[in-house]
Nanobody, 123 residues
Framework: QEELVESGGGLVQPGGSLRLSCAAS????????IGWFRQAAGKEREGVSC???????FYTDSVKGRFTVSSDNAKRTVYLQMNSLKPEDTAVYYC?????????????????WGQGTQVTVSS
């Protein structure tokens, strides 16, 4: 059973940093695109970033220049480094895997999801 497990969320002050991890069990990353999504209270889930099996990366405009996605295939783990965090980044963050080598920021196109990790940016 394919499974994704996120970790690294928490409470951070504005301007601070967090690194989220997404560990994949039972499958390797070579045939998957991994997306990061977030869902704030009362809002729809939105795509934040994606990394394809070929290493191409994509970001939504609101996080460009602040967030960086990377992968370690040997560890079957994808990371989301989040810098210069803002209160509006507060949300539950999810990673998801898509059986495709292309990127997507549409949640319905992903096949497997993690349980989510809370990120709260507040002073």
């Amino acid at each position: 059973q394919e499974e994704l497990v996120e970790s690294g969320g928490g409470l951070v002050q504005p301007g601070g940093s967090l690194r989220l991890s997404c560990a994949a069990s039972e499958f390797t990353l070579d045939a998957y695109a991994i997306g990061w999504f977030r869902q704030a209270a009362g809002k729809e889930r939105e795509g934040v970033s994606c990394i394809t099996s070929g290493g191409s990366t994509f970001y939504t405009d609101s996080v460009k220049g602040r967030f960086t996605v990377s992968s370690d295939n040997a560890k079957r783990t994808v990371y989301l480094q989040m810098n210069s965090l803002k209160p509006e980044d507060t949300a539950v963050y999810y990673c998801a895997a898509r059986v495709s080598r292309t990127q997507s920021n549409t949640p319905s196109t992903y096949d497997y999801w993690g349980q989510g990790t809370q990120v709260t940016v507040s002073s």
